[in-house]
Nanobody, 126 residues
Framework: QLQLVESGGGLVQAGGSLRLSCAAS????????MGWFRQVPGKEREGVSCIGSTGGRTYIDSVKGRFTISRDNAKNTVYLEMNSLKPEDTGVYYC????????????????????WGKGTQVTVSS
């Protein structure tokens, strides 16, 4: 059974750092586009970053220069390194997998993704 499990969330002060992990099981993610999304109550799920199967990456403007997405295919895991965190980064962060496609570009649109984790809470205090 295909599964994505996020970890690494928590409570951090503004300016701090967290590293989120997304471990995949039931499939090998090397040919999948992978994305990180976040959601706060009352708002739509927002695509924060994604990484394609060949390593191409995109970021939402508000996190550029602060967040870094990466993948370790040997560990079947995707990461989101978050630095200089701000209170507005607070939310539930979800990992998602997009079925293999050509060209191997990733999307930050939620409807492009086929599989989702259950999320991990990130809270940034001011």
């Amino acid at each position: 059974q295909l599964q994505l499990v996020e970890s690494g969330g928590g409570l951090v002060q503004a300016g701090g750092s967290l590293r989120l992990s997304c471990a995949a099981s039931g499939f090998t993610l090397d040919s999948y586009g992978m994305g990180w999304f976040r959601q706060v109550p009352g708002k739509e799920r927002e695509g924060v970053s994604c990484i394609g199967s060949t390593g191409g990456r995109t970021y939402i403007d508000s996190v550029k220069g602060r967040f870094t997405i990466s993948r370790d295919n040997a560990k079947n895991t995707v990461y989101l390194e978050m630095n200089s965190l701000k209170p507005e980064d607070t939310g539930v962060y979800y990992c998602a997998a997009e079925a293999p496609r050509w060209p191997p570009l990733c999307s930050r649109e939620a409807e492009s993704y086929d599989y989702w984790g259950k999320g991990t809470q990130v809270t940034v205090s001011s």
